[in-house]
C-alpha cells in the first residue's frame, strides 16, 4: 500500500517514544496530535501503526488543495487525458479489434480498481477539500476512473472557478458526493455563469452551509443545454435556494443589481444564520425574512446593506425579525449600513428598537448606522431589562452632543445586564455630575470595552467621570472614541485614570450576598474617603465639587499584591502621600493640619479593620481545614463503599455472563431446532408440489368426464324434449279423435231419433 509522503518528510528519521500504556489510547494520541502542526504529524505517522491512524486522520481530514491526493495516483492515471493515445485506445476501440480491445479494457479497469482500492483508506479520511483554480485540471482525472465520488466521506468543499461553466458542472458533480453539507463558491470572471452555478449548487440539495460570492447580474438567463427544468429564465438564485430542505447558513454577497424575486412563504425551513451583504441586502433580508414560517427558529442574522437603500430599511428588518423569528432561539442580531445620509435617516430611539424587546435571549446586537441616538436615561433602563444575557450591546451614532442620555444610563447596564463584555453606546458625559447614581455596590459587572463614539465630555470632569466608571465597571479594560472626535484625548486621559485607580479585579456574581476576598463594603468606603472631595470655586462665585483622587505610589504601579491587605495597603500609601503634599502645601495652615489628623485616623481604622479581616480570615481557615479533614474522612468512607459496590458488580457481572453463556446455548438450541423446521417446511412443500401436480392431472381427467357427461346428458334432454313434443302431439290428436267420437255419437243419436220418428209417421 502507498504511503502518503510530501516533500518536506521524507528525510525525516521516526520519532524514538518510550513504550507507555498512556499512548495506548486512541482519544489520548487523538488529544496529543490535534495540536502538532501538520509537519509534526507526519514525523509522528513514522512511530507505529496506531500513530500512524491517529495522525492521519487529522493529516488528510483538510486539504488545502486536491494534489497531495493526486500523487499518490500512478503517472498513467494522471497524465491520461482527451488527447492522449492510450486515452483513446481505452474508450474507443478499434471496430475491426473490438474483441481484443474489449479484453484490453477488462484488464485496464481491473487493474485501475486495484488502485484506488489501495487509496481508500486515505480517500475516506478527507472531510473537508478546497478545489483552487489550478486544481481543476486533475478532477477528470480523478473521475475517470471510478464510477462512485472517490471522497465517500466529504462534507465540506471550497470552490475557486474562472469562467466556470457546463464542464466543470459535470466533473464537480462526479467529483463531490451527493450528501455534502457545506459548499463555498467563488466566481470572480463571467456574469454569465450564473445558469451553471445554480445548476451545480442545485444538485446538492442537503447542504446546510452555503457561501457564494459571484459578480455580475443576478438574473438567470435562458439556458438550453443544461437543467432546462430549472434554469428558466427569469428565474432568481434566490428561489433555488429557497427549496433546499437542509440549508442551515446562507452566505451572499450581492455586489449587482438585480430584479429580486417574490420568495413563497414558509421558504428555508432550515435555515438558522443568515449573512448578507451589499448595495440591495436590506431588500434581500426582508425578502428571506418574510418568506419563514411563524416562529422559525432563527439563531444568527448579519446584515450589512447600503447605498440607494430606504430610509426605514432598519426598522422594516426588525419588523420582520418580530414577525418570523422564535423568541427563545434568537442569540445573535447585526444590522449595519454604509453609505447613508444622515441628514435623511430618522434617529435610534426607544420605538425604533422595540420590536427585539421580547428576545430575552440575545447575547450580541449591533445596530448601526450614520444617524443619532435619540435614548433618555429612562429609556436606557427599559432597554437593559429586554436583555438580560446580552453580552455584546452596538448602538453606534454619529451624532451625540443633542443626546439626552447623561452618564448615569451606564448604571443600568451594570445593573440588569451581569454578562456584559462589550458596549457601544453615545451619551452626554456634559450633564450635571452631581446627579450621578451612588457606584457602590454593582461591582458584579464583567465589562472590558467601553466605546463612547463621538460623546461630548468637559476636560474638569474627567476625574469623576474617571471613578465613576471605575466604580461601575472593575474589569474594564479599554475606552475608545471615533477617530475623528475632538474628545479623543480627554477620553484617554478618562481611561489612564481608570487604569490607575486600585479596582476589585474579581466581581460578586449577581444576586449572590456573599463578600469575595477583593470586595466589601467597607473598603469600598475607604475608596471613597480616600478620594476627598476638594471645594474650588467658579466663576460666578459658587463653589463646585470636583472629585480628586488620589494616584497610587509608582511601587504600587510595578508591584501587584493579592488579597485584601494589598489594596488597603495601596490605599494607606496614596492617603499618607497626600497627607505629606497638603503638610508641604499648607505649612501651619490650620485646615491643612486638621485634615493630616484625619487622615492618621483613617488610616488608623484602617489598620484596624485589617487586623479585623486578618482575624476572620484565620478562623475561616480553621473552619475549612477541620471541613477538609470531614470531607477526607467521607472520601475514604465513599471510596471503601464503591469498592465493595465494586466487588458486587464483579459477582453480578459473572451471573450476567453466566446467563449470557444460557441464553446463547438457548439460542443455539432453537437455532437448531429452527433449522430444522426449514427443512421439514421445505420437504413439506415438496410434497405439496408434487401432490398438487397430482391433483392437477386428475382434476383434468374430472374435467374430461363432465364434458363427456355433460354431453350425453344434452343428448338424453333434447330427445326427452322430442318424446315429450310427440307425445303432446298424440294427446291433441287422441283429444281431437274424442272430440269427433262425441260428435259422431250425438249425430248417431240423432239419426236414431229421427228414424224413429219416419218409423212412428209411417
Not at 441464553?663 to 429452527?674: L, N, T
Amino acid at each position: 500500500m502507498p504511503r502518503p509522503i510530501t516533500s518536506a518528510v521524507r528525510t525525516v528519521r521516526p520519532l524514538e517514544v518510550l513504550s507507555n500504556l498512556a499512548f495506548t489510547n486512541g482519544e489520548i494520541r487523538h488529544i496529543i496530535c490535534i495540536y502538532l502542526p501538520r509537519h509534526d504529524l507526519c514525523q509522528v505517522s513514522y512511530v507505529s501503526k496506531d500513530w500512524e491512524r491517529t495522525a492521519s486522520a487529522l493529516i488528510w481530514r483538510d486539504l488545502p488543495s486536491v494534489q497531495p491526493f493526486v500523487h499518490l495516483l500512478p503517472k498513467r492515471l494522471v497524465t491520461r487525458g482527451p488527447g492522449s493515445a492510450s486515452y483513446k485506445d481505452y474508450h474507443r476501440p478499434s471496430s475491426g479489434d473490438l474483441q481484443m480491445s474489449k479484453r484490453r479494457l477488462n484488464g485496464l479497469r481491473s487493474r485501475e480498481q486495484i488502485v484506488w482500492n489501495r487509496l481508500q483508506p486515505w480517500a475516506v479520511l478527507i472531510k473537508k477539500l478546497c478545489l483552487r483554480i489550478d486544481d481543476l485540471g486533475f478532477v477528470e482525472a480523478l473521475t475517470s476512473w471510478s464510477d462512485s465520488p472517490p471522497f465517500p466521506f466529504l462534507e465540506g468543499a471550497t470552490v475557486q472557478a474562472h469562467n466556470f461553466g457546463e464542464k466543470h458542472v459535470t466533473l464537480l458533480k462526479k467529483l463531490l458526493p451527493g450528501h455534502l453539507a457545506g459548499l463555498t463558491f467563488y466566481e470572480s470572471a463571467q456574469p454569465t455563469c450564473q445558469e451553471h452555478l445554480l445548476a451545480f449548487a442545485s444538485s446538492f440539495t442537503s447542504v446546510q452551509q452555503l457561501y457564494l460570492s459571484v459578480s455580475g447580474d443576478g438574473r438567470m438567463q435562458k439556458s438550453t443545454e443544461i437543467g432546462t427544468a430549472l434554469c428558466s429564465s427569469g428565474v432568481h438564485i434566490l428561489l433555488t435556494l429557497a427549496t433546499f430542505s437542509s440549508l442551515r447558513v446562507l452566505v451572499l454577497f450581492c455586489r449587482w443589481s438585480i430584479e429580486l424575486p417574490m420568495i413563497p412563504r414558509e421558504s428555508f425551513r432550515a435555515l438558522t444564520s443568515l449573512t448578507l451583504q451589499g448595495s440591495l441586502s436590506d431588500e434581500i433580508g426582508l425578502l428571506v425574512l418574510r418568506s419563514l414560517q411563524k416562529r422559525h427558529p432563527m439563531e444568527g442574522i448579519h446584515i450589512l446593506y447600503g447605498g440607494a437603500s430606504r430610509e426605514d430599511s432598519e426598522a422594516l428588518l426588525l419588523e420582520a425579525v418580530h414577525d418570523s423569528c422564535d423568541e427563545q432561539a434568537l442569540r445573535t442580531v447585526k444590522i449595519m449600513s454604509f453609505a447613508c445620509e444622515p441628514e435623511r435617516t430618522k434617529p435610534i430611539d426607544l420605538a425604533h428598537i422595540q420590536p427585539l424587546s421580547s428576545f430575552s435571549q440575545i447575547t450580541t446586537l449591533v445596530l448601526g448606522s450614520e444617524v443619532s441616538l435619540a435614548l433618555s436615561d429612562a429609556d436606557s433602563t427599559i432597554v437593559a431589562s429586554w436583555w438580560p444575557s446580552i453580552r455584546e450591546l452596538q448602538l453606534h451614532a454619529s451624532n451625540a452632543t443633542a443626546s439626552v442620555m447623561t452618564l448615569g444610563a451606564l448604571a443600568s447596564f451594570a445593573d440588569q445586564c451581569p454578562d456584559l463584555v462589550k458596549l457601544v453606546l453615545a451619551f452626554n458625559a456634559r450633564a450635571e455630575t452631581q446627579q450621578l447614581p451612588t457606584p457602590e455596590g454593582r461591582s458584579h459587572s464583567r465589562l472590558e470595552t467601553l466605546d463612547v463614539c463621538c460623546s461630548p465630555i468637559d476636560a474638569k470632569n474627567v476625574m469623576i467621570v474617571a471613578y465613576y466608571l471605575a466604580a461601575l465597571f472593575p474589569l474594564l479594560q479599554d475606552i475608545s472614541c471615533d477617530a475623528n472626535s475632538k474628545y479623543e484625548q480627554i477620553w484617554a486621559d478618562v481611561l489612564a485614570l481608570v487604569l490607575e485607580s486600585p479596582r476589585d479585579v474579581t466581581p460578586k456574581a449577581p444576586g449572590s450576598g456573599a463578600l469575595s476576598s477583593q470586595s466589601d463594603p467597607m473598603e469600598d468606603d475607604a475608596v471613597g474617603s480616600a478620594m476627598p472631595m476638594v471645594i474650588d470655586g467658579d466663576e460666578s462665585g459658587h463653589s463646585t465639587k470636583r472629585a480628586q483622587p488620589v494616584r497610587p505610589s509608582s511601587q504600587a504601579n510595578i508591584i501587584r499584591q493579592d488579597g485584601v491587605s494589598s489594596q488597603v495597603a495601596s490605599w494607606c500609601t496614596g492617603v499618607e502621600d497626600a497627607a505629606a503634599r497638603d503638610t508641604e502645601a499648607g505649612g501651619q495652615d490650620l485646615a491643612q493640619t486638621q485634615r493630616v489628623t484625619d487622615l492618621e485616623q483613617l488610616v488608623a481604622q484602617l489598620e484596624a479593620q485589617l487586623q479585623e479581616r486578618n482575624n476572620e480570615l484565620e478562623d475561616t481557615r480553621t473552619k475549612l481545614e477541620r471541613r477538609y479533614s470531614t470531607m477526607e474522612d467521607k472520601l475514604f468512607s465513599d471510596i471503601r463503599t464503591l469498592e465493595r459496590r465494586n466487588a458486587d458488580l464483579e459477582k453480578e457481572k459473572t451471573e450476567i455472563e453466566q446467563r449470557y453463556s444460557d441464553v446463547e446455548q438457548d439460542r443455539d438450541a432453537q437455532g437448531k431446532k429452527s433449522l430444522q423446521i426449514q427443512c421439514d417446511y421445505e420437504d413439506f412443500k415438496r410434497r405439496m408440489s408434487r401432490d398438487l401436480d397430482t391433483l392437477r392431472q386428475k382434476l383434468g381427467a374430472v374435467e374430461g368426464e363432465k364434458e363427456a357427461l355433460q354431453g350425453r346428458f344434452d343428448w338424453m334432454s333434447r330427445e326427452k324434449e322430442e318424446q315429450k313434443h310427440a307425445f303432446e302431439q298424440d294427446r291433441e290428436q287422441r283429444e281431437q279423435l274424442e272430440k269427433h267420437c262425441a260428435d259422431l255419437e250425438r249425430w248417431k243419436r240423432d239419426c236414431k231419433q229421427r228414424l224413429q220418428g219416419l218409423v212412428s209417421l209411417e
